[in-house]
């Protein structure tokens, strides 16, 4: 990790001593001993800020859209994803963009990490082959990764950048024995009466503060339709149903654009499941048009096109 | 709305909100009624200019608002009046349907059809066909604002 920050260093060093970027977005070391936060960069000396750990959780991609100039971004696997879907849907040119690509192992999930610590202090974290090392008053524990890891990242099969101009370290081995819709097959199996409460009791949490919404890096719309209030789509209320159509019309936009990356589940204050609802579109979109989103950076998005034999099944006589 | 949902005892009749495109579906709905074709008088048709036009907010809207049904009827795939309105139209039902029923929406509450301008007959079975899958279902409690 230590070697990775440092080549994360000098790679975006050079690049503003060749002037080849006026923005550099990465991670810095946060207030808290866990926790790395978005930084941006303007200058070579300001470089020296940037690190690498298994804290950098955030989709750097979210702040891509609007952005001018020439913009170098760290990306992990997911984020280069998210990236490949900016470029496809006009948010930023190719030329303006250079990927710092960094292999990922996954990034730990805070409230795992908050269940095993159950509300002792964490000074300190060092991360070491094998494990992670919280240190605290009176205590010191290690916790193996995976124990650490959110449902995306134990079930993500793109850990290497899938589009970068440098790449930091080494690509590192993908998951392949991973059943990424083994949830969502079980949910389908249950029977509509399950399904239906699972669904009431999980969006029954939802406060509509849509951090969701504005954690995820997808949803850049100047005005979103839930804020509408001419015409309003929306209720504004939290009331069941309101929250659930909400929800049913975030999962569909998201529709052949998501890339899981747990930006949503993560800003989530309430836990819903979040997965539940977009798992299930990404399976079905890549069942029905065999799309996957963001790897290819010549496909359309494929609710934007059509094929005359798409499927029809569903469709009276 | 609030009629029909007392009376859903056993004289309960459902109510049906049909969007039809303009060029197809609505004219053939038109050329049932000129020539007296008898179908279900459960539905309320909105008309819009093409299926591609039906936002998936407007389904979600009527069920909301209580209706018990929702059909969208455009033209035959390669028919369309703007060449392309019924394909893209194919695709976001695709996805609506499958995650409409995953969430625990019935199956069969909401239901998409091609009926063409000249098809009268066709457009009056599948009036018939949808009244009656819905009212197998019964009324609709699902995603319905202020109900338990």
């Known amino acids: 990790m230590e070697q990775l920050s440092k080549e994360i260093k000098e790679k975006v060093r050079k690049l503003f001593e060749e002037e080849k970027v006026d923005l550099v977005i990465g991670y810095e070391k946060g207030t808290l001993p866990f926790r790395s936060t978005p930084c941006f960069v303007k200058n070579a000396e300001d470089a020296e800020k940037l690190v690498w750990n298994s804290c950098c ?28 879907g900016h470029i496809k849907e006009k948010q930023i040119e190719r030329e303006n963009l250079i990927i710092i690509g960094v292999p990922c192992h996954g990034m730990l999930d805070r409230k795992s990490v908050d269940k095993i610590i159950a509300g002792r202090e964490i000074t300190d974290i060092e991360e070491k082959p094998d494990g992670i090392v919280f240190k605290g008053e009176n205590f010191e524990e290690t916790v193996t990764k995976n124990e650490l890891l959110p449902d995306n990242c134990i079930s993500c099969s793109h850990r290497n950048p899938v589009l970068y101009d440098i790449l930091i370290g080494e690509n590192v081995e993908e998951n392949k024995d991973t059943d990424e819709f083994g949830k969502i097959k079980e949910y389908e199996a249950k029977t509509s009466d399950e399904r239906w409460d699972y669904f009431s009791q999980q969006i029954g949490k939802c406060i509509r503060c849509y951090a969701c919404r504005n954690a995820c890096p997808l949803c850049y719309c100047k005005e979103c339709c ?35 990356c747990g930006a949503c589940v993560r800003a989530c204050p309430m836990e819903i499941d979040l997965r539940f609802l977009n798992k299930k579109v990404e399976k079905d979109v890549r069942e029905l048009f065999n799309f996957e989103a963001g790897i290819n950076l010549d496909e359309p998005p494929p609710l934007s096109v059509f094929r005359p034999d798409d499927p029809d099944g569903f469709i009276k006589g | 709305m609030e009629e029909g949902k007392e009376s859903s005892g056993s004289n309960w ?92 929406v019935e199956k069969g509450r909401v239901q998409f059809s091609w009926v063409s301008a000249a098809e009268a007959g066709r457009f009056a079975e599948v009036i018939t066909e949808v009244t009656e899958d819905v009212k197998k279902l019964g009324p609709a409690k699902r995603l319905v604002k202020n109900s338990d």
């Open chain 1, 57 to 84: 959780e955030n989709n750097l991609a979210a702040y891509i859209p609007g952005m001018k100039g020439k913009i170098g971004i760290i990306a992990k696997g997911c984020d280069s994803r998210s990236l490949v």
């Open chain 1, 226 to 260: 839930v804020d509408s209030s001419q015409p309003q789509w929306f209720g504004k209320s939290i009331a069941l149903s309101d929250a659930q159509v909400f929800h049913i019309m975030r999962a569909f936009h998201v529709a052949g654009r998501c890339v899981d």
């Open chain 2, 13 to 104: 009749e459902p109510k049906l909100i049909t969007f039809l495109c303009n060029w197809c579906s609505y004219a053939g709905a038109d050329l049932a009624g000129v020539s007296r074709i008898q179908y279900p008088a459960n539905t309320r048709t909105i008309r819009v200019p093409c299926s591609g036009r039906v936002n998936i907010l407007y389904i979600l809207r009527a069920l909301q608002h209580g209706v018990d049904g929702v059909l969208v009827s455009g033209c035959h795939p390669g028919d369309c009046h703007y060449l392309s309105g019924n394909f893209s139209a194919r695709r976001k039902f695709a996805v609506l349907s499958r995650l409409l029923e995953y969430v625990g």
